[in-house]
């Protein structure tokens, strides 16, 4: 029976079928329909706002000219999301999506109705298997491939800048990079490789200032690390099969774990990150949610297919930005969830977009 907790604050959680936040120009008609809420103690909720799934969404509504000279020649041909991986935002509020699928990354600007995809940077170094991405203090955005075993970063603008983790002779620093994770004021780059079962930390220019952990299952040991997250003095790891969160401080000393356990239950840990009051949102691939947690480990809440709010099928990345827009990559449907929290009643953490 999961406990609704928030804090020390008991929580009574209420369905309430209620419309999206916000009428958004890229939600889909289709999802116009009430969708449930959930509503806790002190005006606590988490709405439901709309899919992403495609260039199309981004681009605003079409005026009825462009819709004449479609019918003659025909829709242009809009760049779907086909197998979405991680997720980020920058300070922009642009949604940056890894999509091994598509063998690049997907950038929608709702604010500037524009849309961006990155892939091929030059002819010799071609992103593979994007798996994560972070973006700077300048909105550089870096991108870990798992196959190539490199770190790509483009500018804010997307153009190709550089290649981190690349030595002469073929080989390189990481065997198989998934989680990323940028220090902006600390100048510091931390990447989980899950092969090596080690956190990398790098600073901006890509040299290795420090390894963290070793193969294990004891405090600040990993069994294939996959996604980080920075939160605070905090470095969130997924210990994916070792089935729980580190929590570590950023020198790389252990301070807590997550489990996600559910009596007997196990999961399958994907992405993390936390909300403006700390709270830890875990995917898990297993169950088909999201978990929330506190800091001392307890399940607050959880939403997905068996909340009634969202409905994941193997969730991946998940990202949330300083309004508490909460992104979560539904990979199995080939699309980006999106909610808002909000933390109590009259405080609203942010505007819809």
């Known amino acids: 029976m999961v406990q609704l907790l928030l804090k020390s604050v008991p929580l009574t959680l209420v369905v309430l079928a209620v419309a999206p936040a916000s009428a958004r120009s890229h939600a889909k008609a289709a999802e116009a329909r009430e969708v449930p809420a959930l509503i806790m103690d002190g005006g606590r909720r988490l709405v439901f706002e709309g899919n992403l799934s495609s260039e199309r969404e981004v681009r605003g509504k079409r005026s009825f000219w462009t819709k004449i000279k479609d019918a003659v020649a025909g829709e242009p041909a809009y760049r779907n999301l086909v197998r979405p991986y991680g997720v980020a935002t920058d300070s922009r509020g642009r949604i940056i999506v890894t999509d091994p699928g598509s063998y690049g990354v ?10 961006k995809f990155l892939s091929h940077p030059d002819g010799e170094s071609v992103l593979r298997s994007p798996q994560c991405v972070a973006v700077d203090s300048r909105d550089n955005i870096y991108v870990t491939d798992s196959e190539s075993g490199q770190i790509f970063v483009f500018g804010p603008d997307g153009k190709f800048q550089r290649i981190i983790g690349g030595l002469k002779g073929g080989e390189g620093i990481f065997k198989r990079p998934v989680g990323i994770a940028i220090d902006s004021d600390a100048q510091r780059i931390y990447v989980s490789d899950s092969w090596r079962n080690k956190i990398f930390v790098l600073d901006m220019q890509g040299s290795v200032v420090e390894t963290i952990g070793k193969f294990g299952h004891g405090n600040g040991e990993f069994n294939f690390p996959t996604e980080l997250h920075l939160d605070g003095q905090d470095l969130m790891v997924v210990d994916a099969m070792n089935f729980r969160v580190q929590v570590l401080d950023r020198s790389g000393v252990f301070r807590y774990a ?11 840990p994907k992405g993390v990150s936390a909300d403006s009051e700390g709270h830890i949102y875990l995917a898990d691939a297993f169950h088909s949610i999201v978990q929330v947690f506190d800091r001392e480990d307890h399940l607050l809440y959880y939403f997905g297919r068996s909340s009634g709010v969202g409905d994941f099928d193997l969730p991946g ?5 300083n309004s508490d827009r ?21 405080q609203a953490t942010g505007a819809a977009q």
């Open 326 to 346: 909460i992104l979560v990559v539904d990979s199995y449907h080939r699309r980006v969830q999106m909610f808002r929290y909000f933390k109590s009643a009259g």
């Open 106 to 115: 997907h950038i929608f600007d709702f604010a500037q109705q524009k849309y």
């Open 317 to 321: 990345g998940v990202a949330i930005d």
């Open 258 to 268: 997550v489990s996600g356990r559910q009596g007997a239950d196990l999961f399958r």
